[in-house]
Structures are given as structure tokens and as C-alpha cells.
């Protein structure tokens, strides 16, 4: 095998063990955290990690205009480019650090972890912007996230971190490892590159474009995302602020499991493009169908199994508070999926504008629902806000679609929601949890069996 192809071969594993791993032990390292410090604790640190989020994507906002319209006349040239937006990158890092810092100035353990986070901003954005400029570092980028996963773990067991502000001290630690090996092992600039001066005169002319569709749609996706731990924070409390986030960070997983259609689906989507619409229906609805089964069993676990596995690691009222959370959640794993489809197919028209509208629709929707609903049920009108916010999408998409294709949800929608329905009625019933699995499994064979999904269509899709 060529060297090249090894390396390729290489990065590939690299990346998907860092994808399955990495996840995994983050959530390890969040059950720690709950289970030695509180979930208080894991508040804080979702709260100031969600602040980082925020700083990080204006930081790139002031680079991203760049990307979109610098186009390098060699490989010298693009290297110097990436190179050159480093010290502009560090400098927004600080800047933005010392403001929030300044502002801030409490003395209050959340304060304090904010802070903390806030010093390694800059040296976060140096580590990314030095490892994702040479081929292959990606996935070794990923590892080391890993190692640094598996270390604070073993902290946490020792029982050397006794406080947040020590975990947000050896979070940052982790940082400045990444980005001194980023910096050691990265790319170097040579004097024939240093001598090409397209990029700056390029740098000085995009800097200060305005913003663009993309900025305003991504910055509005976020806040759909992870909104309700703002609001969370300045409504409720950190406990409430850590429920919810361990809760979502637990549908997260299963929505980049589900998402695994995309890719597949995405390259066929290509090629329905030309043929019958009732082809791409077809094609929608398949995929529609099997995702809602995997919301089904999702749903059965949040249910029947969440509570007990969450009083494990936290008190029982927060435990049955996070089951709440995440039996709500369930019902957005479900509007997600029917939405994923839909999404791919107006991807593949390269449509800008309805994401632009979509995108802004959903942060508004969530923003609002999130303020009226707080007061009144706490963090579980968190979660119901979002479940709101992805409805009014799924309403978006499917008016959009309908226009133009032979498209109905009605059909997969109707047979996940009566699951769904069975599903609480055998919880209040407190039916005997065998039972319950050995219906759900009656009915997944039903569903096969009257084709809510077709099974060609999906393997055909597999093998595109």
C-alpha cells in the first residue's frame, strides 16, 4: 500500500475512533463531575464552555469572510494566508478574554471557572488554527482531545479535583499542552513564503465585509442549540443549568448516530435531483421511518431505564428531574429526524435562503419559549422549547418540500406519535418493563412489515 494511502488509512481510523471515544468520555468525565461535585458543578462549566462557544465563533466570524473569497494562486500562497491569520486570531482571543473578564470581575466560583476558560481562548484558537493546516493532524488533533479526556477521568477517580475551579484549572492545562504540541509539531513558514505579500493585501480588504448569510444563520443555530443554558443560568440556577445539559448532551449522541443517514442520503439525493419526485418521497419516507424507529427505542430507554441509571450518579429528585428532561427530549430526537431528510434534500438544491429563514425562525422560537416557559416549569420548559423550536422547523420544511415534491410526513409521523403514545400510557400503567420491551418489538415488526420504511431503499442507499 502506497504511503500516502496509509496515511489516508490512518487519519480515517484516527478520526472515527476519536468520534466514538472522544464522546464517550466526555460524558464519563460529566458523570465524575455530578457525581463528586454536584451537578451545580457541571453547570458552571456548561455555562462557561457555552460563553467560549460563543467568543470562539466570532473569532472565526473575523476570519471566515477570508476563506469564502481568498483564492491562492500557489501552495505558497495559501500557506502564508492561513499563517498570517494567526497573531489577527490570538489577538481577538485576548481581547475578547480580557472584556468578558473585565466584566465579569466576581468573585464566584462560576465567575471564577469562566475566567478560567476565558485565559485558554487563545490558546484554543491557536492549537486549531495550527493543527487543521496540515494534512493528517485532524484525527491525531482528535487523539490528544482524547488523552486529555482520559486524564481529567483518572483525576476525577483519584479524587485529586475537589472543586470546580481545580477542574476548570486542569481543563485549561489540557489546552496549553494541545497548543504548545500544535505549535512544536505544526507547520512552519519558509522565507520564500514570508516574501509573498497577496494575503495581507487580500486580509486588509475582507476584514471588515459584512456579515454574510452563513454568519447570521450559524450564529442562530447556535443559539437553537444551546440558548436554554444562557436563559437557564440567568433564570433558574447551575443545577438546573447542569441537568439540562447532561440531559442534551445525551440527545446530541443520538442525533449524530441518526445523522449518519446524511452522508449516504446527501450523495443519493444527487442523483434523485433528476428523476420522479414520487422517487425522492420514496426515498425521504424510507429514511424518515427507520430514523423514527430509532427514536422509538430511544424514547423506551428515556422512559423506562434513564431515571435508575441517572440516581447512580445524582440525588433522586435530580434524577427523576433529568428523566423528565429527557422523555421531553425524546420527542425533539423524533422532530429531528423527520427533519434530517427534508434538510439533505434542500441541501442538495444548494438553496441558501430557506436555512438563512429556517435558522433564524428556530433561535427566535427558542429564545422566546425558553423566557415564557422557564418561570413556570423550570428546566423542563427548557426542554419543551426546544421541542417547540423543531417543530415550527419540521412545519418549515414540509410546506417548503410540499411545494415541489409528491411529500407527506403524515405517515411516519402518525405511526412514531402512536408509540410514542403507548409508550406513556405503559409508563403511567407502570407496566412490567419485559412487557413493555417485548410490545415495542411487536410493533417494530409491524412497522416493517406494513413498509413505513422500505428496506430496498435503504440498502440501496447504504451501498451509494
Known amino acids: 500500500m502506497p504511503k500516502s494511502s496509509h496515511s489516508l488509512l490512518l487519519n480515517f481510523i484516527l478520526t472515527a475512533l476519536a468520534q466514538i471515544f472522544g ?29 467560549v462557544t460563543y467568543l470562539l465563533f466570532i473569532i472565526d466570524f473575523g476570519i471566515a469572510p477570508l476563506s469564502t473569497v481568498y483564492k491562492p494562486n500557489s501552495q505558497i500562497q495559501d500557506q502564508y494566508f492561513f499563517h498570517f491569520l494567526v497573531p489577527w486570531r490570538l489577538f481577538l482571543s485576548v481581547v475578547l478574554a480580557l472584556v468578558v473578564a473585565l466584566v465579569l470581575r466576581g468573585q464566584s466560583s462560576a465567575n ?35 488523552v486529555r479526556q482520559a486524564l481529567l477521568t483518572v483525576l476525577l477517580l483519584s479524587g485529586l479535583i475537589k ?22 509539531l505544526g507547520p512552519k513558514i519558509s522565507a520564500e513564503q514570508k516574501k509573498v505579500p497577496a494575503a495581507k493585501m487580500l486580509w486588509l480588504k475582507t476584514v471588515i465585509q459584512p456579515s454574510s448569510l452563513l454568519f447570521v444563520s ?4 447556535m443559539i437553537h442549540q444551546n440558548v436554554a443554558i444562557i436563559i437557564l443560568k440567568k433564570m433558574t440556577d447551575f443545577v438546573q443549568v447542569g441537568i439540562y445539559d447532561y440531559s442534551a448532551k445525551i440527545v446530541l449522541a443520538v442525533i449524530m448516530l441518526g445523522s449518519g443517514f446524511s452522508i449516504p442520503l446527501r450523495r443519493q439525493m444527487g442523483i434523485l435531483l433528476r428523476e420522479s419526485s414520487a422517487r425522492i418521497a420514496k426515498t425521504i419516507a424510507s429514511v424518515q421511518g427507520t430514523l423514527l424507529v430509532l427514536s422509538l427505542l430511544f424514547a423506551t430507554f ?7 441509571l441517572f440516581a447512580l450518579i445524582m440525588p433522586l429528585e435530580n434524577a427523576h428531574l433529568s428523566a423528565q428532561v429527557l422523555t421531553v427530549l425524546a ?23 430557506p436555512y438563512f429563514w429556517l435558522a433564524i425562525m428556530a433561535g427566535t422560537v427558542n429564545i422566546f419559549a425558553n423566557i415564557i416557559l422557564i418561570p413556570h ?10 421541542v417547540g423550536a423543531e417543530f415550527c422547523i419540521l412545519i418549515y420544511l414540509s410546506v417548503f418540500a410540499f411545494k415541489r415534491i409528491s411529500y407527506s410526513s403524515a405517515k411516519p409521523a402518525l405511526f412514531v406519535g402512536l408509540g410514542f403514545g403507548a409508550l406513556w400510557w405503559a409508563q ?19 412497522l416493517v412489515k406494513l413498509k413505513i420504511f422500505d428496506l430496498n431503499v435503504l440498502r440501496h442507499l447504504r451501498q451509494s
Open 23 to 51: 464522546k464517550g468520555l466526555r460524558y464519563v468525565v460529566a458523570s465524575l463531575v455530578i457525581m463528586d461535585l454536584g451537578a451545580g458543578a457541571w453547570g458552571e462549566i456548561s455555562y462557561a464552555l457555552t460563553v
Open 112 to 146: 471564577m471557572v469562566l475566567i478560567i476558560y476565558l485565559l485558554a481562548l487563545p490558546l484554543r484558537s491557536l492549537a486549531m488554527e495550527w493543527w487543521f493546516q496540515r494534512k493528517g493532524f485532524h484525527g491525531k488533533y482528535q487523539m490528544i482531545t482524547i
Open 163 to 184: 472543586s470546580v475551579e481545580a477542574f476548570a484549572i486542569y481543563d485549561m492545562l489540557g489546552e496549553a499542552i494541545i497548543a504548545i504540541l500544535a505549535w512544536i
Open 218 to 221: 450559524t450564529f442562530f443555530i
Open 302 to 308: 428515556s422512559l423506562f431505564f434513564a431515571e435508575k
Open 331 to 353: 420527542v425533539y430526537v423524533s422532530l429531528a429526524f423527520l427533519s434530517i431528510p427534508l434538510s439533505e434534500w434542500i441541501f442538495a438544491q444548494s438553496s441558501k435562503w
Open 377 to 386: 416549569i423550570g428546566v423542563v420548559g427548557s426542554a419543551w422549547a426546544t
Open 428 to 446: 403511567i400503567q407502570q407496566l412490567n418493563v419485559a412487557v413493555v420491551l417485548l410490545g415495542l418489538g411487536a410493533y417494530l415488526a409491524l
